[in-house]
Nanobody, 116 residues
């Protein structure tokens, strides 16, 4: 059974940092590209960052380039999202996604709120 569990969300002031984690199980993590998405109230889910199965390639949404960093630890079956210089518009539920054998698997999400 594929399982993805996000953690690390919370309330942070503008300009602050958070690191999200997504712990996985039930599939061969090192074979799966991984992504982070987010969804703000009343908005569609948007891609934040994606990392290849080996970690050798990454891509970011325009709104987070230069501020967020995606990484993975294939020994721990975990993907991370380091978020710096956070802005109020980064407030959303953040989800991780695994792409494995042409199927997408999602976690339950973790709330990030950026507010003073």
């Amino acid at each position: 059974q594929v399982k993805l569990v996000e953690s690390g969300g919370g309330l942070v002031q503008p300009g602050g940092s958070l690191r999200l984690s997504c712990a996985t199980s039930g599939f061969t993590f090192s074979s799966a590209p991984m992504s982070w998405y987010r969804q703000a109230p009343g908005k569609e889910r948007e891609l934040v960052a994606v990392i290849s199965s080996t970690g050798g390639s990454t891509n970011y949404g325009d709104s987070v380039k230069g501020r967020f960093t995606i990484s993975r630890d294939n020994a721990r079956d975990t993907v991370y999202l380091q978020m710096n210089s956070l802005k109020p518009e980064d407030t959303a539920v953040y989800y991780c996604k695994a792409q494995y054998y042409l199927r997408d698997y999602w976690g339950q999400g973790t709330q990030v709120t950026v507010s003073s």
